[in-house]
């Protein structure tokens, strides 16, 4: 075991203890979240309301093992996780990508053509951002109905300003650099040096806001859930797991202290990655 | 100088870039960073072109290769002109015009190898792709003394010096008839600066390339200059052959300018007259009446104030542009 050890640890010598933890602790909570249907214990909609707000360990009726309690209609909290980690992840990832597509398109060409198309884009980036993003997002929703694309649908749509901002302050800044006018020179056309020059050096900064977001969209999921205009019970979502757990915290405070956790883990070692990615990806700094 | 011969041919350019009205208050005064120049290079004829930052060197190249449209005037690359030509005609003529930046460390795609950027002219111009494009590439980083290995390289991990050799891979992949070179040894370490000038020259030779060759170091214009243009505040003042020009410097700027370079035997240096300009350079964006030397110049008259001298020749061949030299 410590010799296979070992030579796993030969192989990946150039990374960092600390990013070979954090990206096992992703792998594993992606890997619960795929494998939920095969490895959760219980089916996480059977109701024992006998066993209500049973404390982790707890051997309820018939045997069954509550390895992390249960919540307040007696439904096995583990297996609720394991099936609520599908839809967290799911709609983060997906509407982290489409408000970077949105978001990154946008700002890049506002800020290589300017006149009135920088005008018309950022001048909507402002009034985006200054509407409150959950007031949006809510009626959204009002309109839309609710669910799981709706939701990525809704939250893609509305987060994607912040990137834009970022991509044209880069791109303003990138655009003026010689090499980028040695493009032009060399006959390349505005797509060409969009996304094979500017794209590849401002892709770090955006790299960093993706990450923070990331974090965010499962806040955001969780918060819209609980206000019942995300994933509707009885499916669960890490978000809708708390905002249940929240009336019982002081009864059952595993209810919320167990997704709690997890979503921290995850945002945490997701920004951790993240950052290191972005010194990775930058040649400059790459180590030979 | 035959018509055909001409690589460029600028006339009465003019750039200036409005002053834009501030929120509250009055607007900006119009800069004019280049105020009727008229230019002209020949094939396989290396220009340089000096002055002091904010004399509209920079501004003159960059309307040179299209990056700027001027104001007022035409440039004729080969024949074509430049000036309100449509993008499509823009991009044909840049087939023939290249140019060489300052910084090569800002002159490189960081994220780009080496060979991409040398490639990436042939590429988009649909001249070269795949195993010739690589073949191509190799043979133009060994004319300029890299290896074909260098190629899968990224610009950080190449010295000051052979960036600068990439740059001008990449400059000359075109096979251009013209080459603005800004400042194209300012930023290297003085040990190499021969090197590059002796590249530059060498490919010349071998290519027939003309070069407009921009520099405030007049050391390095004698090293490689067959015709010096001297530029102040957006206007020529002088204009002469390299050997004219360094024998008999006429133009009290220009004067000032030579008597600023050092000499290397200190005899010459200690009986030399210097020529010491008082003041500063004025804003382009509000260039004296008359002569727009005169608020600097040690020989000025009431004739400076009121009238502007016009470039005219002298029996050497100069043409100068002061109402007493």
């Known amino acids: 075991m410590t010799n296979a050890l070992a030579a796993i640890r030969r192989r990946t010598s150039r990374v960092p203890v600390s990013i070979l933890i954090v990206a096992v602790i992703i792998a594993v909570i992606v890997a619960a979240a795929i494998l939920a249907p095969w490895i959760a214990p219980a089916d996480p909609d059977r109701q024992a309301l006998l066993s209500r707000l049973k404390p982790p360990g707890t051997i309820g009726r018939g045997g069954v ?114 090499f980028i006018k040695a493009s032009e020179l060399a006959g390349a056309g505005a797509m060409r040096i969009l996304f094979r020059h500017v794209l590849p050096n401002i892709a770090g900064p955006i790299l960093i806001v993706a990450t923070s977001e990331f974090g965010l969209m499962i806040l955001f999921e969780a918060g819209l859930s609980f206000l019942g205009l995300g994933i509707q019970p009885p499916a669960s979502s890490w978000g809708s797991i708390m905002s249940v757990g929240r009336q019982f915290v002081e009864r059952a405070w595993w209810i919320v202290a167990f997704p709690g956790g997890c979503l921290v883990l995850l945002v945490l070692s997701v920004n951790v990655l993240g950052d290191w990615l972005r010194d990775r990806l930058d040649p400059r700094s790459r180590i030979r | 100088m035959t018509e055909g011969a001409r690589v460029l041919e600028a006339r009465d350019v003019a750039v200036h870039f409005p002053g834009r009205a501030g929120l509250f208050g009055k607007p900006a005064p119009t800069v004019k960073a280049v105020n009727g120049v008229d230019l002209v290079i020949a094939a396989g004829e290396t220009v340089a072109l000096v ?79 795949g195993a010739e494009l690589k073949r191509r590439v190799a043979e133009l980083l060994t004319q300029v003394g890299l290896r074909p290995e260098h190629a899968e390289r990224y610009p950080h991990q190449f010295s000051g010096g052979q960036r600068q050799r ?160």
């Not at chain 2, 002055?51 to 040179?64: D, H, M, V």
């Not at chain 2, 910084?103 to 042939?122: H, I, M, N, Q």
């Not at chain 2, 000359?172 to 021969?194: H, T, Y």
């Open chain 1, 65 to 178: 093992t509550y390895l992390l309690g249960t919540d307040d209609l007696g439904r096995d909290l583990l297996s609720r996780i394991l099936y609520g980690a599908r839809v967290s992840l799911g709609v983060a990832l997906l509407s982290v990508f489409v408000s970077t597509l949105v978001g990154v398109t946008l700002g890049m060409i506002a800020g290589w053509f300017r006149g009135w198309v920088d005008v018309v884009v950022m001048r909507l980036v402002d009034v985006m951002l200054s509407i409150p993003a959950i007031l949006l997002a809510v009626l959204t929703v009002a309109v839309l109905g609710p669910g799981f694309f709706k939701l990525v649908l809704v939250l893609g749509l509305t987060r994607w300003p912040r990137y834009t901002r970022v991509a044209y302050a880069q791109t303003l800044q990138v655009a003026n650099l010689p």
């Open chain 2, 166 to 325: 990439v740059v001008i891979t990449r400059a000359l992949a075109l096979e251009p008839e013209l080459v603005i070179c800004d400042e194209p040894v300012s930023a290297l370490d003085v040990s190499v600066r021969a090197q590059i000038l002796n590249l530059l020259v060498a490919l010349q030779r071998r290519t027939g390339v003309a070069y407009l060759f921009v520099s405030h170091d007049l050391s390095v214009v004698r090293h490689i200059a067959d015709r010096v243009v001297v530029m102040y505040l957006g206007r020529i003042v002088e204009e002469a052959g390299r050997e004219t020009f360094f024998a008999d410097p006429k133009h009290p700027y220009t004067r000032a300018l030579m008597s600023a370079v050092p000499e290397a035997d200190p005899a010459v240096q200690r009986g030399k007259m210097r020529y010491v300009l008082s003041g500063e350079l004025p804003s382009p964006a509000n260039i004296p009446p008359g002569c727009p030397f005169h608020t600097r110049c040690p020989l000025a008259t009431e004739i400076c104030l009121a009238e502007r001298p016009e470039l005219t020749p002298r029996p050497d061949g100069a043409r100068v542009a002061c109402h007493h030299a």
């Open chain 2, 51 to 129: 002055g002091e930052s904010g004399c509209g060197k920079s501004t003159l190249s960059n309307a040179i290769v299209g990056l700027q449209p001027p104001t007022r005037g035409s440039i004729r690359i080969a024949g074509e002109e430049v000036n309100g030509a449509s993008r499509r005609r823009l991009r044909a003529i840049r087939r023939r015009v290249q140019m060489i930046f300052q910084d090569p460390a800002l002159s490189l795609d960081p994220r780009a190898t080496v060979g991409a950027t040398v490639g990436e002219p042939l590429l988009v111009r649909g001249i070269a792709r």
